[in-house]
């Protein structure tokens, strides 16, 4: 295994119990396996999935202690005995997918993200919240030397689980998405690659703050749920003939919006739930889902290929993550400003300080 300098001991935030806080401690740096890389993390954004991972909210529970993040953007430092098509001194991500088996029937169809046998970072494996952290080699995102790596690392969860949606929604050039939780991580970069895309964009989310940020991303119009008098009505009225958005996506941390999309969607239309909310069911009448022949489905981040590509996207410029650095110390305070709903973009943690 060829080796850099690296140390034996390193900060990272650890979850010690379901709920939390985060504990900013010394913990040894890990070895990589034959099959994996160790990754100096420079940053790591911050999802909302680290939030929830924290708390326990979901049904599949989280290893403890949990080193959680999952938008890691660093330079590789070590590497095993089988990897041969990554090189130290590259630069690459720890992405949600840490890795899957490359075997079973989904995964021989791209579908990794499906995989039985998928590692999740910062959530069944340690992630991007410490200084080294290790990832299959063959799932580490390639990220080109020209990007910056702070502003790259929302893409890595964030951008690609967006693009993936929109890819996932039929949306074509000229038609509307609406963008439910707009002012968000996901959703500030799901107007921009949406923008990119050719679609137009109808932001929902809550507060003027917001408002401004969807605007000046690109959004065509913006419905603040907060104040909203007829938020179906509002919606419609901002797309053509007042029929309803082509698509939606659904990125919000509440069920309400869940329960609302067909109401609005456009006959014919998707609604695409990629947003998590805890304990959080569908409701959609029969009769109109029938009548207005409107689909429903999931997506979940994306595959290799998706990575590349929404990289990709980044990298000629397309899309823009508008973003604020703190210490990797001050991950709490992300956290508390996160649940009330406060933050506006990502907040990017640099692992320095
Ligand atoms: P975030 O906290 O940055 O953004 C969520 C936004 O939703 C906030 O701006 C909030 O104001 C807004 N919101 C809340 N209630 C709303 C409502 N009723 N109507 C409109 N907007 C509302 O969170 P994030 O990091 O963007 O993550 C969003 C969700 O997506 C989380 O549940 C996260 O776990 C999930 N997620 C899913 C995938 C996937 O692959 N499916 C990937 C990443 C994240
Ligand atoms: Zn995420
Ligand atoms: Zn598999």
């Keep these: 295994m060829a080796q850099q300098e690296i140390p034996k001991e390193q900060w990272a935030q650890v979850v010690e119990k379901p709920g939390g806080p985060v504990n900013y401690k010394k913990v040894p740096v890990p070895e990589p396996g034959p099959d994996e890389v160790l990754i100096n993390i420079k940053y790591s954004g911050v999802c909302h999935t680290d939030l929830h991972a924290m708390m326990g ?20 430092v070590a590497k095993g005995s089988l990897v041969d098509d990554i090189n130290i001194g590259d630069h690459a991500g720890v992405k949600w997918l840490n890795g899957s088996c490359l075997a079973c029937s989904f995964c021989m169809q791209a579908d990794e993200p499906l995989c039985p046998h998928a590692l999740l970072s910062g959530y069944t494996v340690d992630g991007s919240f410490q200084q080294y952290c290790i990832a299959k080699a063959s ?6 030397k020209d990007v910056s790596l702070e502003a790259v690392a929302p893409v890595l969860c964030a951008g690609i689980t967006v693009y993936k949606g929109l890819k996932e929604s039929g949306a074509r050039p000229g038609q509307y998405v609406a963008v439910v939780g707009a002012g968000g991580g996901l ?8 923008r990119a895309m050719g679609l ?43 029929a309803g958005p082509h698509a939606v996506l659904l990125l919000a941390v509440s069920e309400k919006p869940f329960q609302q999309a067909t109401e609005y969607v456009r006959s014919r239309g998707t609604v695409v739930c990629i947003g998590l909310p805890a304990g959080a069911y569908l409701r959609a009448p029969v009769f109109d889902t029938v009548l207005r022949m409107i689909t429903i489905k999931g997506s979940y981040v ?11 996207f980044f990298r000629r410029g397309l899309v823009k993550v508008p973003y604020r650095v703190v210490g990797l110390s001050e991950l709490q305070k992300v956290y508390d400003l996160m649940r009330e709903g406060k933050i506006v973009g990502r907040c990017v943690v640099d692992t320095s300080r």
């Design 139 to 144: 799932h580490v995102a390639r990220i080109p």
């Design 57 to 76: 909210d979901w049904p599949l529970p989280p290893k403890m202690p949990l080193i959680g993040g999952h938008e890691g953007a660093g330079v590789v």
């Design 200 to 242: 137009r964009v109808v932001a929902i989310d809550g507060g003027e703050e917001k408002g401004q940020s969807c605007k000046a991303l690109g959004a065509d119009a913006y419905v603040d749920f907060t104040s909203s008098k007829d938020l179906v009505k509002e919606v419609k009225e901002a797309t053509p003939e007042g």
């Design 187 to 194: 959703g500030s970069m799901a107007i921009q690659y949406a």
């Design 302 to 312: 994306g595959n290799r290929q998706d990575t590349q590509e929404a990289i990709e």
